[in-house]
């Protein structure tokens, strides 16, 4: 089982701000993604990454994956109250294709 | 747009009842899997299953429990005897193809309350 910590665990924000959350671990991945959750749904996949260093962007949302591909960030540009929700990053190890979910960030943004 | 649906929404069960939690992947999908989160806790992986086999199954998905794919449209979880810790929501989800960029679709999940 790959460890994936994501930082921080908890994040309050005013609309308009912006705001980076984190992916990391002690594994190689070949591949990561990242999720957004909202209270009783189940999560819905935002991105993939499978490059070392490669940099995606959704709209306001900006994903990264590190170069050695052991870690990754998700930064948010003016936030919006929709924005609020459980953002967890999911990992796939070179060895084999299931995917581990981190630890999760869930974010409120307050109009 | 094609989702994966998974019935009941909620389950209340006795300690030691058995239950099942049934799921209806993406129809064109051959990927299937069950994953469980407590309550303030992450997502768990459980099962993953491909061509009428598991694929792979993680330690917390012991005897207690078995997935099934009985009919070629549902993609079931049993949990034999339930035990308190069991409680969880319980999310299938399906691909369509495995490997780099897979891409996993989540039902809304199973709230299961074991009492």
């Known amino acids: 089982t790959q460890l994936l910590e994501q930082s921080p665990q908890f994040l309050s924000i005013q609309e308009g701000e912006n705001l980076t959350v984190y992916c990391n671990s002690s594994?190689?991945?070949?591949?990561l993604q990242w999720y957004r959750q909202e209270p009783g749904e189940g999560p819905v996949l935002l991105v993939t990454?499978?490059?070392?260093?490669e940099v995606k962007k959704l709209k306001r949302l900006t994903f990264q994956f590190g170069d050695a591909r052991k870690d990754s960030s998700l930064h948010i540009t003016a936030a919006q109250p929709g924005d609020t929700g459980l953002y967890l990053c999911?990992?796939?190890?070179?060895?084999?294709?299931?995917?581990?979910f981190g630890t999760g960030t869930s974010l409120t943004v307050i109009p | 747009e094609p989702e994966v649906t998974q019935t009941p929404s909620h389950q209340v069960t006795q300690m030691g009842q058995e239950v099942i939690l049934r799921c209806v992947p993406i129809?064109?999908?051959?990927?299937f899997y069950w994953y469980r989160q407590i309550l303030g806790q992450k997502v768990e992986f459980l099962v993953s299953?491909?061509?009428?086999?598991?694929?792979?199954k993680s330690e917390i998905f012991d005897d207690q429990f078995s997935v099934e794919r009985p009919d070629g449209s549902n993609f079931t979880l049993k949990i034999r005897s339930t035990k308190l810790e069991d409680s969880a929501m319980y999310f299938c989800?399906?691909?369509?193809?495995?490997?780099?960029?897979?891409?996993?679709?989540f039902g809304s999940g199973t709230q299961l309350s074991v009492l």
């Open positions: 989800a399906s691909s369509e193809a495995r490997g780099v960029g897979e891409k996993l679709f």
């Open positions: 594994s190689v991945f070949s591949s």
């Open positions: 990454v499978v490059t070392g260093g």
């Open positions: 999911a990992g796939a190890a070179n060895t084999g294709n299931q995917f581990y």
């Open positions: 129809s064109n999908h051959l990927y």
């Open positions: 299953f491909y061509n009428n086999e598991i694929s792979e």
